[in-house]
């Protein structure tokens, strides 16, 4: 696939995320009809499959041939499968329990895939009004500023972000609270933001050290990936092994001696993959 056929993909997901953007402005000030998903603490509100249905379907018009996974479709039962097809991986409110609570940090992530590889990256945050973009190759990018990660390659000299995400199941919740506090024991503080995405994107913007989660799915995760390494850090497995982007945890660094110090003092968590 040629750099200039990825340059109009990635304009035209550019757009479609700004005109979703806009419908997540609007309700994000209004009401919301929520319901819940795997558990009470796992929410999706009219709005998530609203702007799912837009971009899909606005995507869908202009590249027929391309393949797609989104959030709340997979939620619904549709296919989670990355084939070497170029797919559109969305999700169409990371942060929704951000946006249920009028908390700012929420955004519309699109991460495009060729050949099972992040080829461009959109995370747009309509409330905080930053969009995070990355195209292979090409840099990453808050607004119009290049992102560049952090030089520290001390964990003990840094901030690093980790979530205690959705999931309410004692065994996993154990190994996240033991990880915390191996975390604040090594680094001078922990921070989180309710959103895999903009998580990535304080990473890349060079502010945290690290985000390291266990539990997220690939949507939340394929846009900032990119993002991520096109500002010079790295994104493994936990473990240290590279990272499999359908398999459920992630954590992203400035650099590889950080990721190391972290892989190093963690318990990974085996969960079922996407
Ligand atoms: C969630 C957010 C959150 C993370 C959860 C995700 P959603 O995504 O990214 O930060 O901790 O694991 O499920 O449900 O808001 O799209
Ligand atoms: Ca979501």
Redesign the pocket.
């Known amino acids: 696939m040629m750099g200039d056929e990825i340059q109009d993909f990635f304009k035209t997901g550019l757009e479609v995320a700004k005109e979703a953007g806009e419908r997540v402005k609007t309700d994000f000030y209004r009401n919301k009809k929520i319901e819940v998903k795997e558990n009470f603490a ?2 999706v509100t009219e709005t ?1 499959k609203a702007v799912e249905d837009l971009i899909m379907s606005k995507l869908g018009q202009k590249f027929p041939s391309h393949k797609f996974i989104g ?1 709340e479709t997979v939620s619904a039962g549709g296919h989670c499968e990355l084939t070497d097809d170029p797919t559109w991986i969305i ?1 169409p ?7 249920v609570h009028g908390i700012p940090h929420t955004c519309i992530s699109i991460g495009l895939a060729v050949n099972k590889q992040i080829v461009a990256g959109i995370v747009h945050c309509p409330i905080l009004e930053e969009t995070y973009t990355a195209i292979k190759g090409h840099g990453a990018f808050c607004n119009s500023d290049k992102l560049s990660v952090s030089h520290n390659q001390e964990l003990k000299g840094g901030v690093v972000i980790i ?4 999931s309410r199941v004692k065994e996993i919740l154990d190994a996240k609270i033991n990880n915390t506090k191996a975390l604040i024991e090594n680094c001078h503080g922990i921070r ?6 903009i ?1 990535m994107c304080c990473v890349a913007r060079g502010s945290h050290a690290a985000y390291l ?1 266990h ?3 690939v ?2 995760i394929a846009a900032g990936k990119l993002i991520v390494e096109e500002a010079g850090g790295v994104v493994f497995d936990p473990s240290g092994d590279s990272l499999d982007i359908m398999n459920r945890r992630v954590l992203a660094a400035c650099n590889k001696e950080v990721a190391g110090q972290i892989s190093k003092i963690i318990t990974n968590i085996s969960l079922e993959r996407d």
């Not at 979530?163 to 959705?166: D, K, L, N, W």
């Not at 989180?192 to 995405?197: C, E, F, K």
């Open positions: 796992d929410l998530d959030e999700d409110i990371d942060g929704t329990t951000n946006f979530e205690g995400g959705t989180a933001y309710g959103s895999a995405a998580n989660e539990g997220i799915h949507w939340d």
